[in-house]
Structure formats: C-alpha cells, structure tokens
C-alpha cells in the first residue's frame, strides 16, 4: 500500500465546524453568543440574560419573556508562527516555516425563545461548537502533513424548557449538525520537482442532544448545569489527487466521535451594582484516541476497497476549563464586564501535536460593555485576548513506508483575538 499519497485528515476530521478559526482549547468554539464573551464566559450555565441560553443551558428559557430574539457575530483571529528546529521534508523536499498558519474567521449565532405558558417554553438556536482553521505556504517544511484545511458546520439546536417551580427549571434539546469540510496537502514529487497537491472532502449529517437545570437558589444566587451529548460521525468523500500521483485518488470514509461537555455555573450577586459569576467544565476528548481512514474505492494503482489508508493517533485527553467574571453595573443602561478563564489543551505532547492543531494550554483575558437604550432591547460588546502557551512538535511522519511526510520540529508562538456584538430582543 503506497502511503505517501494518502491524506493526514486530522485538519478535516476533528476541526468539525465553520469556516473560522478555533479560540477555545482544541477546536472547540465557546462563542455561541456574544454577551458572554467579556466575562470569559464565566456563568455560561447560569446567566439566562437573553436567548442565547438555549445553547448554554435550554432550561433558563424560564428566566426569559414571552417572546425573544436574539443574535450576533464573534470575528476569531489567530495566529500560529512556527519557528524550525531541525524538521526533515523527507521525500518532500519543502523549505521555510509557513508564514502564520492563522487567520480570521467569523461564527454568526442566532435564537429565538417562546412563552407556550408562563411555565413552558420552546425555542431554536443555530451555530457552530466546533471548528479551526490553518493555513500555510505552499512548499513550506511541513506542507507533506497539512498545507491547508477548511471546514465548515451548521448547528441547529430545537429546546424546550419547563418550570417545576419557583427554584428548579429543567431543559433540553436537540442538535442536527451539517458538515463540509475541505483539506489540502503536498502528495506526491515528480523527478522534475513538480508536487501532485492533493485535496480531500468530506461531508456528513447527524444528531447529539442537551439537556440542562436552572436552580434559583435564592434570589441573588443561580446554580446551573447543562451538558451536549458526543457526536458521532460517519463521513464520507473523495480524496482527489492531481499530477503524477492522480492515479491513485479515491473515495474514502472515516468516523469520529466529537466529545461531550459537562459545564456547572454559578453566579451571586454581592449587591445592586456587582455580581460575581464562576465557571467549571469538562470535555472529554478522550473520545479521539485515533482515527481509521477507509478507502471506499479501489484505485488504478491497485489500492482496495476497505483497505485502511492510515491510522491518524490523536491521543487526546480530556481536559478541565476554569472561569471567573465579574459585572459591574453603572446605571440602569450601562454594565462593563470583565472575566478570566484558563483551558486546558487535548495535546499530551510534541510528539502527538499536530501542524493542523498546533494547540497548547491558553489563558483568556476578557472585557466588554451591556447597553439597554430601551427596556426591549439589549446591547452587548466584548472582546479577549488569549495567551497561549509556546507549543513544541516533534512529530515524525517520515517512515520507511512514507517517506514523504517528514518530521516536524520546533516551536510554536501563538495567540488570538476575539471580537464580538450581540443584539437582545423581547416581546
């Protein structure tokens, strides 16, 4: 079996989501909405201040009016600057660091809640949990592992909510998520230096769940818990290969489960003006040990159906996430915000990190602005800066076998900016 020209689909297999770039840790995206955004989202669970909670926690529709909108727009701007160590291109004979593997990406979020009684509630949300995006230059030194990869999600989240009583309110929901997703590489090398570039698509529809509670403690405290159930996917698609190697282009299938998210919030108002909000959460990422990739055609060189094309091992671990915010109300139109949170990477090591996810441990840094000109409408800004913890590889894709893929080493400085507005609505 000739590996050299089959793809390394970790860029398209776990960056499941729009065409954007990932800011929590992993690919996970956080900014399904954008009011959260200068806490951190610190109190995710628990606030249940507009329709956004339908993502967050289905069960504070409760805490809402009868009627309310809500959407906004998160612009993501990342940077990922390798600095080389000593890699080897292997067959491939790629030079130079890639230029900034970053770029800016935007996640558009949208909801809509409704009162059936004055204890019972349904409402949609649409948005994207996941995603990431890297790109790199052409002939760069890693360009055998990942050149460039683009994915794409569409994640449609019917609720409904029910209020037992005054303190306990219970939610869940349903999540339909739509995929596309699209990853390049340098393949194979003719004996003139020409590169055979290879594209890869795959595409898959399928089903998760949430559920979550809203427990009014008292009336300065909330305690929220929700949970997004895994997702498996089965995908499918074409690996589609030009020049020399084009011979050996084929269809290919592989699944992967998405991790699960467990999330306990708390907010406590100290007084009329200060409230303090805290958040904890797990993922469990452990649901990617590795990745099987399938061919679902046989090619004319002679590769089999159901033949495994490469066992991608990912080794993720699950990780925590911490955050603390606070909120500060001026007057009756105006609150700033502010919020810290830290999030642990799925990365165990260089030798698993990967040139499409060249994750690390990163610290949010968060503010932002609410403004009420009327009693029906709610402005919100926010915008943070994430410190990301310089990220070493070593990842050796060089074998006997395929040669081309080379070892990667050396270190990566990242960070990024999110920016983000959301407009409120009741009725």
Same mark, same amino acid.
Not at 146 to 152: I, L, T, Y
């Given at each position: 079996m000739n590996k050299t020209i089959t793809p390394r689909l970790i860029p398209a297999l776990i960056a499941i989501a729009f065409s954007g770039s990932a800011a929590a840790a992993g690919f996970q995206l956080l900014e399904q909405n954008s009011s959260g955004l200068g806490n951190a989202y610190a109190g995710s669970a628990a606030v249940a201040d507009n329709a956004s909670t339908i993502f967050f926690n289905p069960a504070g529709m409760t805490q809402l009016q009868k009627i309310e909108v809500s959407g906004g727009l998160t612009a993501v701007g990342t940077s990922f600057k390798f600095s080389d160590q000593g890699s080897s291109a292997g067959a491939f004979n790629g030079t130079g660091n890639g230029g900034?593997?970053?770029?800016?990406?935007?996640?558009?979020?949208?909801?809509?809640?409704? @009162?059936?009684?004055?204890?019972?509630?349904?409402?949609?949300?649409?948005?994207?949990?996941?995603?990431? =995006?890297?790109?790199?230059?052409?002939?760069?030194? *890693?360009?055998?592992?990942?050149?460039?990869?683009?994915?794409?999600?569409?994640?449609?989240?019917?609720?409904?909510?029910?209020?037992?009583?005054?303190?306990?309110?219970?939610?869940?929901?349903?999540?339909?998520?739509?995929?596309?997703?699209?990853?390049?590489?340098?393949?194979?090398?003719?004996?003139? *230096?020409?590169? %055979?570039?290879?594209?890869?698509?795959?595409?898959?529809?399928?089903?998760?769940?949430?559920? @979550?509670?809203?427990?009014?403690?008292?009336? =300065?405290? =909330?305690?929220?818990?929700?949970?997004?159930?895994?997702?498996?996917? =089965?995908?499918?698609?074409?690996?589609?290969?030009?020049?020399?190697?084009?011979?050996?282009? %084929?269809?290919?299938?592989?699944?992967?489960?998405?991790?699960?998210?467990?999330?306990?919030?708390?907010?406590?108002?100290?007084?009329?003006?200060?409230?303090?909000?805290?958040?904890?959460?797990?993922?469990?990422?452990?649901?990617?040990?590795?990745?099987?990739?399938?061919?679902? %055609?046989?090619?004319?060189?002679?590769?089999?159906?159901?033949?495994?094309?490469?066992?991608?091992?990912?080794?993720?671990?699950?990780?925590?996430?911490?955050a603390l915010g606070a909120n500060y109300k001026l007057n009756d139109e105006w609150m700033l915000k502010g919020g810290i949170a830290y999030d642990q990477t799925p990365v165990k090591g260089a030798s698993t990190r990967l040139v499409s996810l060249p994750d690390n441990d990163r610290t949010w840094f968060s503010v932002g602005a609410q403004w009420k000109p009327s009693k029906t409408l709610t402005l919100d800004a926010g915008a943070t800066y994430l410190y990301v913890k310089d990220a070493s590889i070593d990842n050796n894709q060089g074998t006997v076998a395929a040669p081309l893929r080379g070892r990667v080493t050396g270190t990566y400085e990242d960070s990024a900016w999110i920016f983000g507005a959301q407009a409120s609505m009741s009725f």
């Open positions: 900034d593997g970053g770029s800016w990406g935007f996640i558009p979020n949208g909801y809509l809640s409704w @009162g059936l009684t004055k204890d019972l509630y349904v409402g949609v949300g649409v948005g994207a949990p996941f995603g990431l =995006k890297t790109e790199y230059d052409e002939r760069w030194v *890693g360009a055998a592992q990942s050149r460039e990869f683009d994915v794409k999600t569409y994640n449609i989240n019917p609720s409904i909510a029910y209020r037992v009583n005054n303190f306990v309110s219970l939610g869940a929901g349903l999540n339909l998520q739509r995929l596309e997703a699209t990853y390049k590489r340098a393949t194979a090398i003719s004996a003139n *230096g020409s590169i %055979s570039p290879l594209k890869l698509t795959l595409d898959d529809d399928s089903w998760g769940w949430n559920i @979550g509670a809203l427990f009014n403690l008292s009336p =300065k405290t =909330k305690l929220g818990i929700s949970y997004r159930s895994e997702v498996e996917y =089965k995908t499918n698609g074409k690996i589609e290969i030009t020049g020399p190697a084009a011979a050996n282009s %084929s269809d290919a299938k592989a699944d992967i489960t998405l991790p699960d998210v467990f999330v306990l919030s708390v907010t406590h108002k100290l007084s009329d003006r200060i409230e303090l909000l805290g958040d904890v959460a797990r993922t469990g990422w452990s649901s990617i040990p590795k990745v099987d990739v399938i061919r679902a %055609s046989a090619t004319l060189s002679g590769l089999q159906i159901g033949s495994i094309a490469q066992t991608l091992d990912t080794d993720f671990k699950d990780t925590w996430r911490f």
